[in-house]
């Protein structure tokens, strides 16, 4: 062999062993509740092709410790359950509290293990307090609340049916505690709400939102999205990154970047065909992660309903001015099916891991659930590295399935990466996977 094609294929061989090295081992627990939990897996199997996402039944957080948290609520008592486990996923404690209001909206933890929770509730009428975040002490005793009346300031017509068609979102950064969530006004319309509290105090930090959709909002500004079908909080030195699934003022994937005292700035990804407020954009939403210069994000997206949908990322510079055309990980046809619920997680030194489930085809509309099955195939999981290229192969994961919209939580001890859901009405099953070898 020549030395010139010795070479080459040395150089291709060196290019090929991380997709042959990427290896996965899976752990977890299962334990039985004496309440029901609404589904956080696609049982039915349509719900990932509907129009709007659901708000999360289990959440998953990882403590700074390395020690695990999994919350959920009974929603028929209003009680909420948090379940303290070891890294080794040993349960350590179960704490109980009683909800604020009728509904559990999200929980975060603090370093010093004071608990976060979110409340809301379907308002009677504009003049009541129907929201509420409720700090508690590692003991689980109640020792801070900010309640909130129906229409807080500049929130554009109110809160009438929090969590409406959307998800709710909760996460710390630094002393900031923000919440992000879909909610339905007075007036009918559907949109975003968010605020920011200081969590040592809890005054408010942002200075409320504005209805345009323009790339600079004012100092200290919370994002608004008309039609926001999905949400998700990024917390980033200074502030917080949000995105939503838009589907009118965006239609388009949106992310902006909030930081303390400065100008929020925002930057909307490639826009869905199709008219304004029409809520079908045949997309997914999945997760966001920070990258060494910027972020980058995960997704589905078919574009019209007789297509399959695939799974792409986006990246986006740090200063918010760019967002890249979507780079597909997953190139289905019809007769493979649609890629569903996609996950992103950072695993350290510019590596990600991705997660989603497959689910045969089906042309069902996406603003609309009929009592037909799309039935779920399997999930998969690749490494990416910052811009998307791939780092492993596809690997299948059968019958491992996914929450539907908790997000996947790195344990920096470890290496694992945890999340949690019910395999029944009364049982919940929390998961650690392990990526060695790439």
């Known amino acids: 062999m020549k030395k010139s094609s010795l070479l080459f294929a040395i150089i291709m061989l060196v290019a090929i062993l991380p997709f042959l090295q990427a290896e996965s081992s899976i752990t977890s ?19 990932y092709i509907r129009a709007w996402s659901q708000h999360p039944s289990i959440l998953t957080f990882v403590n700074n410790d390395g020690s695990v948290t999994v919350c959920t609520s009974n929603e ?13 996923l040993e349960l350590r404690r179960t704490l109980t509290f009683e909800n604020e209001f009728d509904l559990l909206g999200a929980f975060t933890k603090d370093d ?9 509730s379907r308002a009677t009428s504009r003049n009541v307090e129907n929201m509420a975040m409720v700090k508690y002490n590692r003991a689980g005793e109640k020792i801070q609340t900010y309640k909130l009346m129906a229409v807080p300031q500049r929130s554009f017509d109110g809160v009438r049916v929090p969590f409406d068609a959307g ?38 930090i942002d200075t409320g939102a504005a209805t345009n959709a323009e790339r600079t909002g004012s100092i ?15 917390p980033v030195n200074g502030g917080f990154v949000f995105a939503d699934h838009g589907d009118a003022y965006p239609r388009s994937f949106t ?20 008219s304004i407020g029409a809520n079908a954009t045949y997309a997914g939403m999945g997760s966001l992660a920070k990258t060494s210069g910027g972020f980058i994000f995960s997704g589905t997206y078919g574009r019209e309903r ?55 085809f089906s042309t069902q509309s996406a603003n609309s659930i009929t009592g037909t099955r799309t039935e779920y195939l399997s999930t998969f999981m690749v490494i990416i590295d910052e811009q998307g290229s791939l780092l492993s192969d596809i690997q299948e994961l059968k019958d491992l399935r996914l929450n539907m919209n908790d997000v996947l939580r790195f344990n920096r001890h ?25």
């Open 29 to 47: 627990v299962r334990f039985q509740v004496e309440y029901n939990i609404r589904n956080s897996v696609d049982n039915i199997g349509n719900q």
């Open 76 to 88: 028929n008592e209003k009680i909420t359950y948090v379940y303290e486990y070891s890294i080794n």
């Open 112 to 120: 010093e293990g004071n608990y976060y929770l979110f409340f809301a």
């Open 167 to 204: 998800t709710c979102r909760l996460e710390l950064s630094g002393s900031m505690l923000a919440v992000y969530f879909a909610r339905e006004m007075f007036n009918g319309h559907q949109a975003s709400y968010g605020f920011i509290l200081d969590k040592d105090t809890f005054e408010r």
């Open 220 to 234: 200290s500004q919370m994002p608004y999205v008309s039609h926001s079908f999905n949400q998700f909080i990024l």
């Open 255 to 274: 992310f902006a970047k909030f930081l303390r005292g400065q100008n929020t700035k925002r930057v909307h990804a490639f826009r869905f065909p199709g």
């Open 306 to 360: 007789n297509n399959p949908r695939n799974l792409f990322v986006l990246t986006i510079d740090e200063e918010m001015d760019r967002c890249s055309d979507p780079v597909y990980l997953t190139r289905y046809t019809r007769n493979d099916g649609h890629a569903g619920h996609p996950k992103l997680v950072g695993l350290g030194e510019g590596r990600y891991l991705v997660l989603w489930e497959l689910f045969n």
């Open 414 to 438: 470890n290496g694992k990466v945890y999340w949690a859901i019910n395999d029944s009405v009364s049982s919940i099953t929390i998961y650690a996977l392990e990526i060695t070898g790439h």
